[in-house]
């Protein structure tokens, strides 16, 4: 069968499926939190997409070091050792939260792993702890399979974007909690916090920043997307061009979206080059009206 770099991933035919592995996701994500050493701007936290799926990269332990891996291909979760051992369970449709949560666990004890967790999702489309879900249970593996081949072609994309620039920026890492893929540049420049920010904001957002990512769609924004964000917000951000002509900017929040539908560009005879035009459109907007030095900070 012909591999699709961009298949069709319309929201309403996969939601429950979606929502099933976005708390599968940050189940996994948690553990990563706890038993990460700290890093700036959480990015101790996400997971990582792979040729297979999506990873939690290295932890260490006592033990020395593991790592946990979605493997989309197979349809397993799969953990590995720095010793040499593994232990890995299946993915299929009707495995619960509360059932995935189990296994997690309980193939983590049997290498000597025993992280505790706060086991109840964080903004995520449920807010039953995790053993006690029985509700989320849809995995179909069609579905699962064009959300990893999307993964794998955004990453690329944004990976490329990203050697642009030789300023601090993010690894592209996809955020558990949001359920998207992300990349993020920084400016250098300290900011004050937000008046009423929380923890996780603060962190976030020390500084000034221009985010460039990719969802799968939610109520608020119905349909995959790319999407861009200055922060803070500059004064006419909105009022910046955009490219390719089909890109948008949305209010959400008092600010505002750079906003790419996924299926305006995916049919394209090289839909990479849109994407790309968004993104660096994106960057130049938030950059000039924030004041960046766009020559030093050119790669």
């Known amino acids: 069968m012909e ?32 038993m990460h050493p700290r890093l700036n701007h959480w990015w101790h936290v996400p997971l990582y997409v792979t040729p297979r799926g999506l990873s939690t990269h290295t932890i260490p332990y006592s033990g020395g070091n593991f790592e946990i891996e979605f ?6 979760l799969r953990i590995a050792t720095s010793d040499g051992q593994t ?3 299946g993915l299929f449709d009707g495995l619960s939260v509360a059932d995935f949560y189990s296994s997690v666990f309980a193939n983590l004890a049997k290498l000597g792993i025993r992280p505790a967790i706060k086991a ?3 903004e995520a489309p449920s807010t039953t702890p995790f053993a006690e879900d029985t509700e989320n249970r849809s995995y179909e593996k069609d579905h699962v399979e064009r959300f990893h081949r999307t993964l794998v072609t955004v990453d ?31 400016s250098g420049k300290r900011v004050p916090a937000r008046e009423g920010a929380n923890i ?11 985010s460039f990512g990719f969802w799968f769609g939610d109520d608020n924004v119905p349909a995959p997307a790319f999407y861009s964000y200055t922060a803070p917000e500059p004064s006419g951000l909105a009022d910046e061009p955009l490219e390719p ?22 049919t394209l ?11 660096e459109s994106a960057y130049l907007a938030g950059a000039r009206r924030a004041g960046w030095n766009l020559s030093e900070l050119a790669n």
Not at 161 to 169: D, H, P, V
Not at 246 to 256: F, T
């Open 3 to 34: 591999y699709e770099s961009y298949p069709e991933v319309p929201l309403d035919s996969w939601r429950s499926t979606k929502n099933t592995l976005h708390l599968y996701c940050q189940i996994v994500g948690k553990i990563r939190l706890v």
């Open 71 to 76: 493997d989309f291909a197979c349809h397993l």
């Open 87 to 89: 232990e890995d369970f």
């Open 120 to 122: 109840v999702p964080y």
């Open 156 to 186: 690329g994309i944004l990976n490329e974007f990203r050697g642009r620039f030789s300023g601090k920026s993010t690894p592209v890492h996809m955020f558990w909690h949001s359920f998207d893929l992300a990349l993020t540049r920084f």
């Open 200 to 210: 996780v904001e603060r962190e976030a957002y020390s500084h000034e920043v221009i």
């Open 245 to 266: 002509a089909s890109a948008k900017w949305q209010e959400s929040n008092g600010s505002h979206l750079a906003l790419l539908m996924y299926d305006e560009i995916r």
């Open 269 to 279: 005879p090289d839909p990479r080059v849109a994407v790309l035009e968004f993104l």
